[in-house]
């Protein structure tokens, strides 16, 4: 009778202090994230995003974007096309079919333009591509 008496009690504060152990413990990140919560994003989607200076990027080509270059002339032959680039550092850069730039890179070459496909991140971390046509121009001096 005394046993049952003890397991009854037993019984009873389990069910009465568990809930409030439980309730009681909390997560201790440590400085780590919580892995029950989305991982923060850096760039939200009404936030531009805004590239690092020129002297924090790639040398050459690969460190211009494609809204710093302009058409300076186009050259090419029956086999492959080849476009001249005037950067944003005031150097002319050669580009074919396929080159990197910072932002994207030479999807084609015609005796008119070049289209270049630019890769864009946002906030939502999707990584989605444009089409942008340069025309070949002259500038005034």
């Known amino acids: 009778m005394k046993e049952g008496k003890v397991i009854l009690l037993v019984v009873g504060l389990l069910v009465v202090c ?10 201790q990140s440590q400085g780590k994230r919580d892995p029950f919560e989305g991982p923060k994003e ?7 995003y805004t590239p690092p200076p020129l002297d924090r990027r790639p040398p050459g080509l690969t460190g211009l974007m494609i809204a710093e270059v302009t ?10 096309n080849v476009v001249i ?3 944003a550092d005031r150097v002319s850069y050669l580009a074919r079919k396929g080159s990197k ?6 999807a084609s070459i015609t005796s008119e333009e070049v289209i270049f496909v630019r890769d864009i991140v946002d906030g939502q971390a ?3 591509t444009t089409k942008i046509v340069k025309r070949l121009y002259t500038e005034d001096k």
């Open 101 to 106: 730039l910072f932002d994207g890179y030479v």
């Open 71 to 80: 058409v300076a002339g186009l050259a090419g032959s029956q086999q492959e």
């Open 126 to 128: 999707a990584k989605k």
């Open 42 to 48: 850096q760039v939200t989607a009404n936030q531009m």
């Open 18 to 27: 568990l809930p409030a152990l439980c309730l009681a413990q909390s997560y």
């Open 85 to 87: 680039l005037k950067g």
